[in-house]
């Protein structure tokens, strides 16, 4: 079947089409013909050598995937041949077909079509896990999302608005602050003209925000914790701007503080489960009702790997991009 393969490790040019063996399910595991599969900032890390799929998962790249289910496995229940699906991987989504533990496949959203479902599993997972079953953001506190304008920070703004939070956000040009604004974010901050701490000081009336979505890492560490209000909690699931900081404990004390590091990709197979439930019983309502949707930036298809990788490289898109077959 076809895939992406990838030459080693480094820039685009090391992506390229090629020929592996069609996957087989075990008796837990579903085959899924994939229609779409979405692009991560994770994809890239692992396209440049720094990411390394966990023991046991496909060598391909690819977190998340729309598509039909192709074969059942004999201990699978709930599913069978045709169902349309999407699926939260550990790896393999690049491909024309994928093999997914039966935990991790949903339902596509009632009202939403199947590409557009490739938008979901990683995004949705992430937010769900992180914001609410991890910091547990309540109605009427402060959300803080950096990076608003992806897949993710849409996505979180989204549903910080839905679940009646106030959103905050840092984004980095005029037209993303118009289009956070847009989804629902009631300050979007551009970090490149203003101290976005300050203005989240200033937005919050000094009380600082309960929950921090945190994708930088390192580089915002101080200003965010300065920026948490009293028993707030900061989640950090990036490092774009480095894996080590200074914490001033002092402030994290004073506040009452937590700061919490997650990831998605490692966890075992029943915690994905426990999430994808999560997400199925609490977040797909609120799409098939209109009040939460996945923004699709961009789509090219398979064989356009490298320009799909490179529009994320760009941080120019706005929410999701997808590759097609």
């Known amino acids: 079947m076809r895939a992406v393969v990838v030459d080693g490790a480094g820039g685009i040019d090391v992506l390229g089409i090629g020929e592996i063996p069609a996957p087989e399910p075990a008796v837990d595991e579903v ?12 994809d890239l890390l692992q396209r440049q050598g720094f990411y390394p799929p966990p023991p046991g998962a496909p060598g391909t790249i690819g977190l998340e995937v729309s598509g039909r289910i192709a074969a059942v496995g004999a201990e699978v229940e709930g599913w069978a041949v045709g169902d349309e699906c ?12 994928v093999v997914v533990p039966a935990p991790q496949v949903m339902s596509v959203p009632d009202g939403l079509d199947l590409v557009s479902a490739a938008a979901l599993p990683e995004v949705v997972a992430t937010v769900w896990s992180n914001i609410f079953m991890t910091a547990h953001l309540k109605a009427g506190e402060t959300l803080l999302v950096h990076g608003g304008s992806s897949g993710i920070g849409s996505m979180a703004i989204q549903l910080g608005v839905a679940h009646g939070a ?3 956000t840092t984004v980095g040009t005029k037209e993303k602050m118009e289009f956070c ?3 629902g974010a009631d300050v979007a901050i551009n970090y490149k003209d203003a101290e976005w701490a300050s203005v989240v000081s200033e937005a919050t009336k000094g009380a600082g925000a309960d929950v921090i979505l945190d994708i930088m890492g390192a580089k915002y560490l101080t200003d965010n914790v300065k ?3 009293y028993d707030g909690r900061l989640v950090v699931i990036g490092m774009q701007g480095g894996a080590k900081g200074e914490l001033d404990l002092g402030r994290l004390l004073s506040r009452r503080g937590s700061v919490i590091a997650t990831g998605l990709r490692f966890r075992s197979v ?3 489960g426990r999430i994808i439930a999560e997400v199925v019983g609490h977040v797909w309502p609120l799409i098939a009702e209109r009040k939460v949707f996945p923004v699709v930036h961009s789509t090219f298809p398979l064989a356009e790997v ?7 490289e760009q941080s120019t898109q706005l929410g999701k991009v997808l590759l097609t077959l």
Request: aromatic letters at 2%.
């Open 31 to 42: 085959v899924i013909d994939v229609v779409a599969a979405g692009v991560n900032r994770a």
């Open 306 to 312: 490298a320009k799909a990788h490179e529009t994320l």
């Open 227 to 229: 920026s948490l209000a």
């Open 181 to 183: 604004t847009r989804l």
């Open 270 to 272: 029943a915690d994905k």
């Open 86 to 97: 999407c699926a939260l991987l550990a790896g393999g989504g690049y491909a024309e077909k």
């Open 166 to 168: 106030r959103v905050l």
